[in-house]
DNA sequence: ATGAAAGCGCTAACAA
DNA sequence: TTGTTAGCGCTTTCAT
């Protein structure tokens, strides 16, 4: 292996020097400078950044924890997208990206806690919280720095990217309501997810503003977002009265329910009327096509992997929770066809 | 930072035991172990792994390159697919993952050289390679670790995965042949891409096995899997004759085709029938079901990942190319509906 | 069974 | 402007 000795013997002048060279340094005269760019280039030298990383304390890495399975989490254009939006920074900023995926939320968090502890990251950005969240919690007690994309339980703290989700579950169903339906079931995510319970306050809330009451059979929770839709589905069509609208979390469950409608020979959106939740990029192609909440996910990983950086970079972020807002997509799952800002 | 040092003062050994209680080298006596364990635990003690990869000179990290724009490889469930695969495997081997990601391929291949070069990484997992790839070239030039998951073009040393291509588009052109089709389009991909080249050689293979000739009018080669499928298919529908069946190289262009084709008041397949690649999750939900080729996206993913850990293990790969076989799932598209394996 | 010492490749005081 | 020196936190001979 090449080493800076071995470029400064060629260039005849010290370790210290070439590593000025590295990092172009003015106190360098041009003349060694070339010399020494010489040399490096001659003997194809580059600088091991796992020496460099241990002097300065610092990978310039950042860890991405999925938050889920591996599994369920790669097959989710989420997290396709919002991986697109933090590496779009770290390219930039010229940290690199780790990956850390587990088959289960306990050793994935074991795994990340370790990524941080061993100095492998400088930094995590953690995808989605839960409740009571046992990762963000040792994270906190051993201060290393974390940023999450959704809203973290209790305590307000932490460095947070979220969407509206309240706002934006609130703005489907009274769309729903608004429409005449008064059975809206729910075709909620697993409940230990904060971005469910998020969901489930603003479907709540639209009820209140309409004078219902809710009713909690309406209300189920898939423990899978990929599997569970159609399970579900047919369980709520099962229910009598019937509902005239469902209210799904996320549009991966979608899939499963329209198969669930149509299986139960009801038409979508003349028996039964459905609002997603994602806008992930088959749910056009579905038809009908599907009326959804479109977040801006690509976005949201941006605005997290800013503000990892600025906060390992001791810069002041303020505020350290960002909302970003979403929309509702009407298309026509619901009947109707027009575009409505929440 | 809590270091060797400060525990091996609070055990009362020196840094060499705790570092040989942390490989649990047997030269060690249980007491002392004990000991030292316990002084590690109180001062929340965890192994830096930049020193110990700077003294082992391996950073158990492996680089993974998209091989494509960040932009349109994200959207591709392909690499998510495969990314998954990938990181099964390392999850198991104790590597972590570290991606490569850029507008370009050039700024990608360029992160990518540097990634190793710098060792960050001990080896590298190409996804797709190109005619006269460069940074293929490049890695062999500078014997750094890699597998590449496709066929490298030319030369046979390098470590890589790959479909059956050829013998996939072969039979998915087959089968349209085999319907009485005589005017086959195809849709393909950029031609720069090697696992594209093998796909047209297939096209042809049928064409030849049916006595018929072909005619390049017929075929055209995408720039974009994700934009550039309308445009193309609008392109071929203007021909006269105008083509009974479009073979199209992923699934991800079907979406246009489909566009395209209901646009010019076609019906699929009454009027004109279509094959798919990729068996993209979506392809399912589309009206109708497409026929397209299901190929071991995961099985890939594994592969490739155990390879190029054999390899950095020293291992022998016997043969160091592999070949998973695809399979031609019949829907609806071309107006049949069965399974056959290719 | 354990310790002392050297060194991985780099950077950064401190000198000169 | 450049060189000398002392580490970063760890592993690994070589002693004892």
Redesign the pocket.
């Known amino acids: ?8 013997r060629m260039a ?9 060279v ?2 172009d ?5 041009e ?3 070339e010399r020494v760019r010489a040399a490096m280039k001659e003997l194809g ?8 990383s ?4 610092s990978s310039q890495a950042l860890g991405v924890v999925l938050s889920r399975s591996a599994e369920s989490a790669f097959s989710n254009p989420f997290f396709a997208e919002i991986l697109r939006g933090i590496s779009k920074v770290t390219q930039r900023c010229q940290y690199s990206l780790v990956l850390a995926t587990a088959e289960n939320y306990k050793e994935e968090a074991r795994q990340c806690l370790q990524m941080v502890m061993e ?1 492998r990251v400088d930094g995590v950005i953690i995808l989605a919280s839960r409740v009571n969240d046992q990762l963000i919690e040792n994270l906190s007690e051993t201060e290393h720095p974390f940023v999450v994309v959704g809203r973290v339980d209790g305590d307000q703290h932490h460095y947070a990217v979220n969407n509206d989700n309240i706002q934006a579950a609130y703005s489907a169903v009274r769309h729903l309501l608004n429409l005449g339906h008064k059975k809206v079931a729910f075709l909620n995510g697993p409940v230990e997810y904060t971005f469910c319970q998020d969901r489930y306050q603003g479907y709540v809330m639209a009820f209140r503003e309409f004078g219902l009451t809710v009713d909690e059979r309406y209300i189920c929770h898939a423990e899978n977002l990929h599997a569970d839709g159609y399970k579900y589905s047919q369980q709520l069509l099962q229910l009598k009265p019937q509902p005239t609208a469902i209210f799904v979390a996320d549009d991966l469950m979608v899939i499963g329910a329209y198969r669930a409608i149509k299986e139960a020979k009801l038409v979508i959106p003349d028996d039964i009327a459905v609002v997603g939740f994602n806008d992930d990029a088959f749910t056009n192609l579905l038809d009908p096509p599907l009326t959804t909440i479109r977040i801006p996910i690509y976005e949201m990983g941006k605005a997290a992997a800013e503000t990892i950086i600025a906060v390992l970079n001791g810069d002041q972020v303020i505020p350290p929770q960002r909302i970003l807002s979403s929309e509702l997509l009407i298309r026509d799952s619901c009947g109707a066809k027009r575009l409505v800002r929440v």
């Not at 005849?12 to 000025?20: A, F, G």
């Not at 340094?25 to 005269?29: A, G, L, Q, R």
């Not at 030298?45 to 460099?52: D, G, K, L, Q, S």
């Open positions: 292996m090449v080493t800076i000795k071995d470029v400064a005849k002048v010290s370790p210290s020097t070439v590593s000025r590295i990092s340094s003015k106190s360098i005269s003349p060694t400078k030298y580059h600088p091991n950044v796992i020496a460099r241990l002097i300065r304390r100095r």
